[in-house]
């Protein structure tokens, strides 16, 4: 399959959807209206833990301009029921609940009522009118307070979960798990150096720049539709039939186009509200969040607790690896520590590995994926001990990992044995680039750090239609968060061997398409793509068939050359070659309109590794930190288009280094956040980043036409220990605390001195 | 409930008759006064748009001083080539606020009338000695700009009073001004800690004259007369430099926050006027101001 | 009682009946339906809002539409000329320095007023200029190229 020429796939052709995005023309979730619109706000609790004892809507409702009024009774009761997505399970039960609360507000920001009325003013005045009787419980805000005996315990009739020892009676441990092999005390045991190390993480966000926004209008019949900037829109259609107890198909979603998720657009917020507001109402609403609920009401990653231990002989090779993993999966059940504890070691060949897992609700808002969930703070634990564990041997931070790291044939930590994969070649080519050998002056220091992510197949249909002038048209059901649209109009074109310009690739809604599990898990490329690819094939049969039909010879005695029909197999020179031009405006003639399709749940997916280098200078007076220089290594398989490959790589890069050095939740004493705006939530800006290198390695997917591998997880996983070695080295200290803010690291300067 | 209103008078007069009313607020830049609206912190029922005016809009260099106007924008005074060669340090203040969207718009009236007590332009319009214009029903007065903030959003101007501008008086020959701020990262977050320093050299070389002023280390902008004193009469070695961030730490009164704890802001205080003052000195040596 | 404004919107009259409290955002889209200009955070921190008001750059999140009488206003829909984009639009194509694409129109008319004050931005001055403006997609890298590409185009175009 390497062998295969690609004429399209791995340009760089200008994406389909940029025009409308460079002239404003795009319509995001917060760009439609709809005539006799409503505006709907949320009335969310302003107590981080509470028993809600009555709410009175009364004088909402006489506010002249309300149209409509809801709160947690107008919800069906939703029994727990699991269901897994594209970045991890789902309870409805508690999605119901996080929805809109019922008897208990459980962190600050938690919708306790929502309104619908003729502007957003008077929706904020009804919203105030509500009185909600609260009874103020003790929140709990830390991991730490979480587990401490006699904690306020946030649900009465939740149970410990996964393996012993596990406490009994009401908890807010939600799960303990453990995995493992081998025999890790006797591996520490034969261990020439060992290092274990704590590290605290906060819970940061996505920071998608697209807040929350949907427009819902239901028909006479019942029937919904809503509009909405989604990752997912059969998500969001399963999602809200579940918390409004209606069937599936009374509800069509429309995603638009969408300003970042990362993640965090992989459940419902608003949608379901505004489909009850506007069928309450009978006319549409509008629904968009502000910056402030963005932070305080949706789904931030976990904040934890993490400890890793490693051993290593004097050669290098690593003996023994434990972690216990603490993750902070806010008011419901369900952080990532399940992924973190399968990536936390996944890149290196280890035969004793001990990994706990602890799942623990807090007062805070409930976690969503963001981005390789999990795997970054394990990857910032398992990185900078290996970095000191070469230190400690004497080794080359990046020798030492090629000592140890997994390739093909290798078993996984996680169980798999890995088929073909990358990492040693990103390893390789990190070390041969001229950032490894660039001088470095007084107080800078160079950081190594590797990441891997699974990356998902799941679900995906596409449909490849042609037109009567024999273009195409491409359409999916998962919605283009990262310029996925370019590469699979790229890959419809080199299977019909057209020029990609007269490929459309369009992201339709869930009545023009077959199922769609959601856009995450870096699966676009990878899954719709290879029913893109399928599609387009069945397109080229068909093709084939109606030139035979036109040349009255057999199937087998035409071949699809380069975007035309060539008779071959004894058949040669005897009839003109057909472009798909000529069969498309023949396509009555011989049969009818021409459209492909594909519905296939996609195995394999290629795990994707990464070497990131990073270079940064430090202040010793202010403990301020710059980022120098910065290169990202990465596994892609192969590169359907370079650019968004490259794009996804600098943007997960800069994720990371604002997660390692300035983004974090700060929490008052009460449990309200205390920065929920990008002023005090400090994102990198352009003046805070140099360049960002990036190179591609290509190491086929062997389970992937083209050898696509995902590619949008992997970036943010290795910039957090990237970062925080970088500064061990340049100022000489041990991190042991995200966020690495100039007041932190100063101290530890002076504490070092 | 009266709809609230919204006037851009085009005279002082006519401005102050408005202020009188209640529920009236000055809107210059409204990079401060909207997010407080947006936020609820601020409820004004009459917008007194003060950009239409010709004294609070005016930008003017003359023989003895600068005029600047209070609502004159921040992106039109650093443009200003005129007033960036002779007050480097207050324009590099300007220069910081937030982003350049902010810029188009924010001003040093404005900035200052927020009293926050991290304002950047405060601790350089304190170390050039900037002197308020006040304007009400009862005429005009001019207040020197340390006194002018009172604490965290107050200030010495009464009901119906106006701040029309600044008068900034040229700086002497060999004279010079430099503003830092520490923050985060490195553009668009609110000064952890602000640092002017301004001060004038004598024929030989030695510091004849300085004022030393921080912000975001009490409630309001602080003059540091010890830190001055550590410079005058030195020859700006690193010694009185050390000594100079040593008085600032001591006299600041930090507290501690989501942008930065008491004691880092007490050093990092320290740090910023030996830099400031370093930066003052070259310039006033090289002469590149007046 | 609305208050009744007339403006100038990318070289046209314009005019909209609002409140006083209303946002020249809020304005731009929902009274004139001129949806480019997106909301990102209300509070000017994200540049997502960026137009150019008399000549200058501003977040138009933080400005009263009742302030834009008489003045002028340019938003992302007057910055290519009917279908000749302007050449950062350009290059903004075929740098892929977009992915969602929720900060580009602010992006582009931050740059833009950036070009047409310095025509020669050094990288570290078109981040400085741009640092108003949040991308949360590409890590910057791709659109500071885009713009110098840009600069660099214009400074030969005009030899």
């Known amino acids: ?753 | ?290 | 009682m609305k208050l009744h404004v007339s403006t100038t919107v990318n070289g046209e009259p314009a005019e909209f009946l609002c409140s006083a409290e209303q946002s020249l955002l809020d304005v731009l889209r929902e009274e004139l339906h001129l949806t480019g200009t997106k909301e990102g955070c209300a509070t000017g921190d994200c540049g997502a809002c960026s137009v150019v008001l008399d000549g200058r750059l501003v977040c138009s999140c933080l400005v009263l539409a009742p302030e834009v009488a008489g003045r002028r206003v340019e938003t992302i829909e007057g910055v290519a000329r009917g279908a000749e984009l302007h050449p950062l639009q350009r290059k903004f194509l075929e740098h892929a320095a977009l992915q969602c694409g929720i900060c580009t129109p602010g992006f582009i008319v931050a740059a833009k007023a950036l070009l047409e004050r310095n025509p020669d931005p050094s990288e570290e001055e078109a981040r400085y200029w741009l640092a108003g403006n949040l991308c949360r997609c590409t890590g910057y890298d791709k659109i500071i190229r885009a713009v110098l590409d840009t600069a660099s185009e214009l400074r030969g175009a005009t030899r």
């Open chain 2, 1 to 290: 409930m009266e709809d609230v209103r919204y006037e851009a008078p085009g005279s002082l007069a006519r401005a102050i008759e408005l202020l009188a009313e209640s529920g009236a607020r000055v809107l210059a830049g409204g990079t401060d006064l909207l997010v407080q609206l947006r936020s609820g912190r601020s409820a004004p029922r009459l917008f007194v748009d003060v950009k239409r005016i010709p004294e609070t809009t005016r930008l003017e260099l003359g023989e003895e001083e600068l005029w600047l106007g209070a609502a004159v924008p921040a992106a039109a005074i650093v443009e200003s080539r005129d007033v960036a060669r002779l007050w480097p340090g207050l324009v590099e203040s300007i220069d910081l606020i937030g982003s350049t969207q902010i810029q188009g718009r924010a001003s040093v009236g404005g900035n200052l009338c927020n009293a926050s007590p991290a304002a950047d332009t405060g601790p350089a319009l304190c170390a050039v000695g900037a002197r308020c214009v006040i304007a009400g029903a009862r005429g005009e007065r001019t207040v020197p700009v340390e006194q002018f903030t009172t604490g965290p959003g107050a200030t010495v101007l009464g009901p119906g009073e106006l701040l029309v501008g600044f008068r900034i008086a040229r700086p002497a020959a060999r004279a010079a001004d430099a503003y830092l701020r520490f923050i985060p990262r490195t553009e668009m977050d609110i000064a952890v800690v602000g640092a002017g320093v301004a001060l004038a050299l004598d024929a030989s070389g030695r510091c004849s004259s300085a004022r030393v002023a921080l912000g975001a280390v009490a409630p309001t902008v602080i003059l540091v007369p010890e830190a001055a004193a550590a410079l005058v009469g030195s020859r700006g070695d690193e010694a009185a430099l050390a000594a100079a961030g040593e008085a600032a730490s001591r006299a600041t009164r930090p507290i501690s926050d989501k942008r930065g704890t008491a004691d880092y802001r007490r050093r990092i205080a320290g740090v910023l006027v030996r830099r400031a003052a370093g930066t003052a000195l070259e310039r006033a040596r090289s002469g590149d101001s007046a």
């Open chain 1, 1 to 753: 399959m390497s062998e295969r020429k690609f004429r399209q796939v791995g340009t760089r052709p200008i994406r389909h959807d940029g025009l409308d995005k460079v002239t404003g023309r795009a319509q995001f979730g917060a760009d439609f209206s709809l005539p006799g619109m409503l505006w709907g706000k949320v009335l969310r609790s302003p107590h981080a833990h509470a028993r809600i004892r009555s709410i009175d809507v009364s004088a909402a409702l006489a506010l002249p301009g309300v149209h409509a009024v809801i709160t947690g009774r107008d919800f069906p009761e939703v029994a727990a029921e699991s269901a897994a997505g594209g970045e991890g399970a789902t309870d409805f039960r508690d999605l119901a609940l996080n929805v809109m609360a019922r008897d208990k507000a459980l962190y600050h920001g938690h919708p306790v009522a929502a309104v619908a009325a003729t502007s957003v003013r008077i929706a904020e005045e009804a919203c105030k009118k509500i009185a909600v009787d609260y009874e103020v419980l003790t929140p709990v805000l830390s991991l730490d307070q979480a587990l401490a005996k006699d904690a306020p315990i946030l649900h009465e009739r939740m149970r410990a979960s996964g393996d012993e020892p596990l406490p009994e009676g009401p908890t807010n441990l939600a799960s303990r798990r453990e995995m493992g092999r081998g025999d890790v005390a006797a591996g520490f045991a034969a261990a020439d150096a060992v290092v274990e190390r704590e590290f605290r993480t906060p819970m940061v966000h996505q920071g998608y720049i697209e807040p929350h926004a949907v427009l819902a209008r239901t028909g006479e019949d019942g029937r919904a539709v809503v509009y909405c900037c989604t990752q997912g829109p059969f998500m969001v259609r399963a999602f809200s039939a579940k918390v409004l107890g209606v069937a599936t198909d009374t509800i069509k979603v429309v995603p638009t186009e969408i300003g970042g998720g990362f993640g965090g657009k992989t459940t419902v917020y608003l949608e379901p509200l505004a489909i009850l507001l506007s069928r309450k109402s009978g006319r549409p609403v509008k629904m968009v969040m502000t910056r402030e609920e963005v932070f305080r009401a949706t789904g931030p990653t976990s904040g934890t607790h993490i400890r890793v231990k490693m051993g290593a002989k004097r050669d290098g090779t690593l003996t023994a690896a434990e972690a216990v993993l603490v993750y902070e999966a806010g008011a419901f059940k369900g952080s990532p520590v399940g992924a973190a504890m399968m990536t936390v070691f996944a890149p290196y060949k280890l035969a004793n590995v001990r990994i706990e897992g602890w799942d623990v609700v807090v007062n805070k808002p409930k976690v969503a994926a963001y981005r390789a969930p999990g795997a970054p703070m394990a990857a910032l634990a398992t990185e900078t001990v290996m970095d000191e564990l070469a230190r400690k041997l004497g080794q080359d931070p990046i020798d030492f990992r090629l000592v140890n790291a997994a390739h093909e044939g290798v078993q996984a930590t996680y169980g798999p044995k890995f088929r073909a994969i990358g990492f040693v070649e990103s390893l390789r080519a990190a070390k041969a680039h001229p950032h490894y050998r660039a001088p470095l002056g007084a107080n800078q220091g160079r950081g190594v750090a590797c990441g891997f992510w699974f990356n998902a197949g799941l679900s995906s249909s596409a449909n490849v239609s042609i037109n009567e002038d024999g273009s195409a048209v491409v359409m999916s059901g998962c919605p283009d968060i990262g310029g996925s649209r370019a590469s699979l109009a790229l890959m419809a074109a080199e299977e019909l061997g057209i020029p990609v310009e007269q490929v459309r690739p369009v992201v339709v809604d869930t009545e023009s398409i077959g199922f769609n599990d959601l856009t995450g898990g870096s699966r676009v490329t990878f899954a719709t793509g290879m029913a893109v690819i399928e599609a387009a094939r069945d397109v080229v049969n068909q093709l084939r068939a109606r030139a035979a039909k036109t040349w009255e010879v057999e199937l087998d005695a035409v071949a699809w050359n380069e975007g035309r029909a060539v008779a071959v197999n004894g058949a040669e020179g005897k009839h003109e070659p057909l472009t798909l031009r000529q069969l498309a405006a023949r396509a009555a003639a011989t049969g009818g309109p021409i459209s492909g399709r594909a519905s296939l749940t996609a195995r394999g997916a290629g795990p994707g590794f990464a070497t990131h280098l990073c270079d940064v200078e430090v202040d010793r007076e202010t403990g301020a930190v710059k980022v120098l220089r910065y290169t990202a290594v990465q596994d892609a398989g192969r590169a359907v288009h370079p650019s968004y490959v490259e794009g996804q790589m600098q943007g997960g890069v800069a994720q990371g280094i604002g997660w390692a050095l300035n983004e974090e939740y700060v929490y008052d004493a009460r449990g309200a956040m205390e920065n929920p705006g990008f002023l005090d939530y400090r994102v990198p800006v352009a003046s805070d980043l140099p360049m960002i290198d990036t190179v591609i390695v290509e190491v086929p997917n062997p389970m992937h036409p083209y050898g696509v591998r995902g590619v949008g997880e992997t970036p943010i996983v290795p910039p957090l220990a990237a970062v925080a070695n970088a500064v061990e080295r340049a100022a000489g200290v041990e991190i042991r605390e995200l966020p690495i803010s100039p007041p932190k690291l100063l101290a530890l300067i002076e504490g070092a001195r």
